[in-house]
């Protein structure tokens, strides 16, 4: 398996410019999230998907769109890019089985972005 | 509202002699608590859960976090620090109000030889 993998590794974006940040997981699993880790902020959730074709806003969505098509892959789009949102972006999952709140979660190696 | 307090940025600490990073949580709920190390230029990974059942948690690389409730209070041990003990740590709680974990800003564990 190769767990969580997303792509791009680093990317680097003008003000204004749209692009998407793709994660993809082999686990079959069925919760899905995004979250983007600021200096001394620790990490702080996006949007989160519960299964394909649910998604759900977490503690700043604002900038940021996510779809669910399918239980393996769970795009972040930012669709017009500002120097706030430069961060370090990772995607996670877990099972999804029973109580989410409990489960472990798998990390890919993140997607550093940097706006200009 | 859930919230995680980590009260140290930074931690140093000499090869051989205990590591204790603390964390501290308010939840309305039972929590589930969880410690992440995340090891440089790397991604996150699960050192140890506590779900409410043992309050004495042991994880890998023989860390260990006790939970403690009355002080609302989940800190992070290891008797004797490796090298490859540096890295970030994030405590992390969730309280099953909702499907939202809420992480703590990270404690940088600094290893002296």
């Known amino acids: 398996n190769a767990g969580v993998t997303q792509t791009p590794k680093f990317q680097v974006l003008k003000t204004g410019q749209s692009m998407t940040l793709q994660c993809a997981q082999d686990?079959?699993?069925?919760?899905m999230s995004w979250y983007r880790q600021d200096p001394g902020m620790g990490l702080r959730l996006i949007h989160y998907s519960v299964g394909a074709g649910i998604t759900d806003q977490g503690e700043v969505p604002n900038g940021y769109n996510v779809s669910r098509s399918t239980t393996e892959d769970f795009p972040l789009r930012l669709l017009s890019a500002a120097p706030s949102q430069t961060s370090v972006y990772f995607c996670?999952?877990?099972?999804?089985?029973?109580?989410?709140?409990?489960?472990?979660?798998?990390f890919g190696p993140g997607t550093r972005l940097l706006v200009l | 509202a859930q919230s995680v307090t980590q009260l140290d940025s930074h931690v140093s600490v000499s090869e051989g002699t205990p590591v204790l990073l603390r964390c501290n949580y308010s939840?309305?709920?039972?929590?589930?608590l969880f410690w992440y190390v995340q090891h440089p230029n790397k991604g996150l990974q699960l050192l140890l859960k506590?779900?409410?059942?043992a309050t004495l948690v042991k994880g890998i690389n023989g860390f260990e976090a006790e939970f403690k409730k009355s002080e609302t209070s989940f800190h992070l041990t290891k008797p004797s620090a490796h090298m490859s003990d540096a890295a970030e740590y994030f405590c992390?709680?969730?309280?099953?109000?909702?499907?939202?974990?809420?992480w703590g800003a990270g404690t940088k564990l600094i290893i002296k030889p």
């Open positions: 939840s309305s709920y039972s929590p589930s």
């Open positions: 506590y779900t409410s059942a």
């Open positions: 996670a999952s877990s099972p999804g089985l029973a109580d989410l709140t409990q489960e472990t979660q798998y």
């Open positions: 686990m079959n699993h069925e919760y």
């Open positions: 992390v709680v969730s309280d099953g109000s909702n499907y939202q974990l809420i």
